[in-house]
C-alpha cells in the first residue's frame, strides 16, 4: 500500500479523535474516507483503538475494511468485538478467508464462529478446513461455476448468470464431465464471443491445474508464471474440488516473499503491519536468530585464540580482520540470496548443485581477483608488500570459499526440506568467520614466515 496514504491530515486527526473519545468527530472523519485509507489507518491503531473505529464504520464498508486487513489483524478484532458484530461479518466472508481467519483464532473462538454459520456455508468452509495446512487447498475458493462439454455457450452463460452473486470468480470456466473431474478450461470472453449454440467442447482448451495437497507456493506462483486469471484445484484422482485466482495467488506470493526478505535478514516475520506488532513479538522474532550467530561467534573468538601467537608476533594482521570475515559474509550471504530467490522462482533446483557450484566458484574467485587487488594495492601502499600479498591472497580465497558455500547452502536447506533462508544465512555466517580467519592466518604464516 502506498505510504502517502497514512500521512494526510485526515489520517492524523483520526488517530487524536480516538484517543480522546471524541467518538461523533471521528465517525464524520471516517465516513467519506476510501476502504484503503481506513485499512491503512487500522494498520497504524492499537488493538482498543482499531475496535472502535471498526464499530464506527458502516456496514458494507466494514466488511470490505476487514477483508482488506492481514489475518492476524483480523484476529485482534474478532477478540475485541461482540460475538454478534464478528459473526455477522463472519458470515459474509469467502470460505478461504474464512479458514485464514480460523487459523488465527483460538480453537474455542473459531469453533464458536463455525457453529454459528448456515450449513452450507459450514460445509464450504470445512470443505476447505480439511486440507493440511500450507497446502493450496487450504487457500482455494470452493466458490467457482463450471460447465459441461457438451453445453451450449448459452447455457454456460445463463449458468454464470445466475451465480453471479456467489461465485470467487467467472471470467474463467471450468469445464468437468459426470464425475466432475477436470477436463478443460473456458474464459467467459470465448463464450460471449461464440454463437449461442456453439458447444463447449469446441470451445475448451487444455487445462492447467494445482493438486488440493500441493504448496501454496508452488500453485500460486505457477498461477502467476502462466498468467492465468484462476487455477483449478483438483484433488488425487482429478476431481475438481476449487479454484485459485489471481489476487489469492498473488497474496500468496507476498507472503512468502516477505517471509524469505525477514529471514534472510536475520529475523522472524512479523505477519502483521509493523506498527500494529507489539514490541515483545517484535523482539521474539530476532532474539532467537541472535542467539544462534552470538553461539556461532564464540567459533570465531576460538580461532583467534588459537592463533594469538601469530598475532603478537605482527599485530598489524589484527587490523584487517573485520574487513576480510566482513567481506567474506557479504559474499556469502550475496551468493545465498541470489540462489534463495532462483530457488523460489524455479530457476534451479536441488539438483542442480553441480552447475551452481561451477558458476559461484567461478564468480567468487572473480570477485576475489579484483578485491585482493584493489585490497594488495592499499595494503602494500600503506604497509609493505608482504603485508599486501597476505591481503590480497586471503581476500581471493575467501570470496571464493564464501560464494560457493553461500551458493550451495540454499539447495542443501531445499534437499533435506528446511527454509533455505533460514538455513543459509546463520550458517555462512559462522563458517566464513572461524574458516576465513583460519585461512588468512596459514596465509600470514606462510608468506611472513611466522
Known sequence: MDDTTTTTPEHVAMERLLHDQDLTAAAATVAPLPVPDVI???????????????????????????????????GDLVQALQDEEVASVFALLDPDDRVTLLDELPATVATRLLTGLPAHERDLTAAVLGY?????????????????????ARQALDRVRSRLGDAETVYTLPVVDGQRRLVGIVSLRDLLGAPADARVADLQHDPHAATATEK???????????????????????RLVGILTVDDALAILEEADSEDQARIGG????????????????VRSRVVWLLVLAVGATLTVQVLGAFEATLEQMVVLSLFIPLLIGTGGNTGNQAATTVTRALALGDVRPRDIPRVLAREVRVG????????????????????PAIGLVIGLTLLSICTMAATVGGAMPLIGRTI??????????????????????????????????
Open 216 to 238: 501454496a507456493e508452488a500453485a500460486a506462483r505457477r498461477c502467476a508464471d502462466l498468467k492465468l486469471l484462476a487455477l483449478p484445484v483438483v484433488d488425487a484422482e482429478g
Open 267 to 282: 529475523t522472524e516475520p512479523l505477519r502483521r503491519p509493523y506498527l500494529s506488532t507489539p514490541v515483545r513479538s517484535i
Open 417 to 450: 526440506r528446511v527454509d533455505p533462508a533460514v538455513f543459509s544465512n546463520p550458517f555462512i555466517t559462522t563458517f566464513v568467520d572461524a574458516t576465513g580467519l583460519v585461512v588468512y592466518f596459514l596465509i600470514a604464516s606462510a608468506v611472513l614466515g611466522l
Open 132 to 152: 493440511p495446512s500450507g497446502s493450496i487447498g487450504r487457500r482455494m475458493s470452493p466458490e467457482y461455476v463450471t460447465t459441461r462439454p457438451d453445453q451450449t
Open 40 to 74: 491503512a489507518v487500522m494498520e497504524r491503531l492499537g488493538a482498543k483503538d482499531r475496535a472502535l473505529l471498526f464499530r464506527l464504520l458502516a456496514k458494507d464498508v466494514a466488511l470490505e475494511v476487514f477483508e482488506g486487513l492481514d489475518a492476524t489483524l483480523q
Open 365 to 384: 574467485f572473480s570477485l576475489g581477483l579484483l578485491l585482493g587487488a584493489v585490497g594488495f594495492a592499499a595494503a602494500a601502499l600503506a604497509f609493505e
